[in-house]
């Protein structure tokens, strides 16, 4: 997006792409679909990033979600919203979002540069010299999108940190964002594989509440889905400095705990000579029935056995599944990384460096990020855009 910009705002663009052919990450987004933006104003996107969301506030009114959806429709890939708000394109398929970004590109004018990376990036005076293996190119501006350190199997490797770094920009320690959680006990592991389609998950950090919500997954050391990654985010600053996390899992976050309790009543009068799992069951997932059946120790208990403390227990762990964290996956692992170049070194009306004139930086590069469904790739459509259009020259 930042050199289709470039190249239509009248410069000579360059752009160099370690892996040989582009976009491998893109094809991976979404679960290969492309989650490419989301429904919602601005100004709902600038909360969603919270403190980042003021940083990026101009690049998102100079390039909004609905001129992503736009830009995309001009070139016949026309999209639909979900009814989570996730927006996709109507094929389902992340190529045709790559294709139409290559074509665009090469239709400005673009020339790519494939299978050589960047090793250096110096400055002469005004102009910056690019060392690549097999020779040197020479730029009057220099844009940096290369993405943060996570699925570095995509080429992603943190790069864009070390050029940084080498005029002098200050990089805010890369950490495992929209990953999943590593938790405090081998439990979830007697689950992994069970889902559910929503829940609400609640923590507390430094006296303020939090929380997310969205289908969750137990995996063999945790928990992962929407509702885990989107937490993932908020506990990054503080893992692994502080030893455990206590978060809290409503199963049923539909029903408060009198109408849950309520609903349980009627099921246990209506199936009284059942085990309490089997009529858990109707409600959740058997595996997780049985799990928290055993922590309210009625597992061999019937409906008509069930006292009113065992069925407030039940009711407590339906709510408030206590969960303790201790870590996320690795980064290597993460769709997203949190940290990267400081906000406060790049100008937030062209995305240009504070430090050295003529170096701007665009995507995952900086310090910002957003939750799952769309956010992360709008950061990149709109500060790549801006990145591009703010000014005439030779880039790369």
Same mark, same amino acid.
């Not at 110096?122 to 009057?140: C, H, M, S």
């Not at 701007?360 to 990020?369: C, K, L, P, T, W």
């Given at each position: 997006?930042?050199g289709?910009?470039?190249?239509?705002?009248?410069?000579?663009?360059?752009?160099?792409?370690? %892996?040989?052919?582009?976009?491998?990450?893109?094809?991976?987004?979404?679960?290969?679909?492309?989650?490419?933006?989301?429904?919602?104003? =601005?100004?709902?996107? =600038?909360?969603?990033?919270?403190?980042?969301?003021?940083?990026?506030?101009?690049?998102?009114?100079?390039?909004? +979600?609905?001129?992503?959806?736009?830009?995309?429709?001009?070139?016949?890939?026309?999209?639909?919203? @979900?009814?989570?708000?996730? !927006?996709?394109?109507?094929?389902?398929?992340a190529?045709?979002v790559?294709?139409?970004?290559?074509g665009?590109?090469?239709? #400005?004018?673009?020339?790519?540069?494939?299978?050589?990376? *960047?090793?250096r990036?110096?400055?002469?005076?005004?102009?910056?010299?690019? %060392?690549?293996?097999?020779?040197?190119?020479? #730029?009057?501006?220099?844009?940096?999108?290369?993405?943060?350190?996570?699925?570095?199997?995509?080429?992603?490797t943190?790069?864009?940190?070390?050029?940084?770094?080498?005029? $002098?920009?200050?990089?805010?320690?890369?950490?495992?964002?929209?990953?999943p959680?590593?938790? %405090?006990?081998?439990?979830?592991g007697?689950?992994?594989?069970?889902?559910?389609?929503?829940?609400k998950?609640?923590?507390?950090l430094?006296?303020?509440?939090?929380?997310?919500?969205?289908?969750?997954?137990?995996?063999?050391?945790?928990?992962?889905?929407?509702?885990?990654?989107?937490?993932?985010?908020?506990?990054?600053?503080y893992?692994?400095?502080?030893?455990?996390? @206590?978060?809290?899992?409503?199963?049923?976050?539909?029903?408060?705990e009198?109408?849950?309790?309520?609903?349980?009543?009627?099921?246990?009068?209506?199936?009284?000579?059942?085990?309490?799992? %089997?009529?858990?069951?109707? /409600?959740?997932?058997?595996?997780?029935?049985?799990?928290?059946?055993?922590q309210?120790?009625? #597992?061999?208990?019937?409906?008509?056995?069930?006292?009113?403390?065992?069925?407030?227990?039940? *009711? &407590?762990?339906?709510?408030?599944? +206590?969960?303790?964290? !201790?870590?996320?996956?690795?980064i290597?692992?993460?769709?997203?990384?949190? $940290?990267? =170049?400081?906000?406060? @070194?790049?100008? +937030?009306?062209?995305?240009?460096s504070k430090?050295?004139?003529?170096?701007?930086?665009?995507?995952? *590069?900086?310090?910002?990020?957003g939750?799952?469904?769309?956010?992360? /790739? &709008?950061?990149?459509?709109?500060?790549?855009?801006?990145?591009?259009?703010? &000014?005439?020259?030779?880039?790369?």
């Open positions: 997006m930042a289709i910009f470039a190249a239509r705002a009248g410069a000579k663009t360059v752009v160099v792409e370690k %892996n040989t052919a582009a976009g491998r990450k893109l094809l991976l987004t979404g679960g290969g679909r492309c989650n490419l933006t989301h429904a919602g104003s =601005v100004d709902d996107f =600038v909360r969603a990033y919270g403190q980042a969301g003021r940083f990026l506030r101009h690049a998102l009114y100079e390039f909004p +979600p609905e001129s992503v959806i736009r830009f995309f429709a001009e070139q016949g890939l026309e999209t639909r919203a @979900e009814p989570d708000g996730c !927006i996709f394109p109507v094929t389902d398929r190529s045709d790559r294709d139409i970004l290559l665009q590109a090469k239709a #400005a004018g673009v020339q790519f540069v494939y299978g050589r990376g *960047v090793e990036i110096g400055k002469d005076g005004r102009q910056f010299k690019i %060392n690549l293996p097999d020779g040197v190119l020479t #730029a009057e501006k220099v844009i940096i999108a290369t993405g943060g350190a996570s699925y570095p199997k995509t080429g992603s943190g790069d864009g940190f070390a050029f940084a770094r080498s005029f $002098g920009h200050t990089i805010v320690e890369p950490r495992a964002a929209l990953v959680l590593v938790t %405090n006990g081998k439990w979830p007697e689950l992994a594989g069970t889902s559910l389609d929503n829940v998950i609640s923590v507390t430094e006296g303020k509440g939090f929380f997310t919500t969205g289908p969750m997954l137990f995996t063999q050391d945790g928990i992962g889905g929407p509702a885990a990654l989107d937490m993932s985010r908020l506990l990054a600053d893992l692994p400095a502080q030893k455990t996390v @206590e978060i809290a899992v409503d199963v049923k976050p539909a029903m408060n009198s109408k849950l309790e309520g609903y349980l009543m009627e099921q246990l009068c209506r199936y009284s000579r059942k085990i309490i799992v %089997n009529v858990l069951f109707e /409600l959740i997932p058997k595996k997780l029935a049985g799990f928290l059946c055993r309210a120790a009625v #597992a061999e208990t019937t409906g008509s056995q069930l006292k009113k403390e065992q069925r407030r227990k039940l *009711v &407590q762990l339906l709510k408030k599944l +206590p969960v303790s964290i !201790i870590s996320t996956r690795p290597e692992e993460a769709t997203v990384t949190r $940290g990267g =170049v400081s906000r406060d @070194e790049i100008d +937030p009306k062209t995305m240009q430090i050295c004139p003529g170096l701007y930086f665009a995507g995952e *590069v900086i310090d910002s990020d939750p799952c469904g769309g956010y992360n /790739l &709008q950061i990149c459509w709109s500060t790549g855009a801006l990145a591009g259009k703010i &000014q005439r020259g030779r880039f790369s």
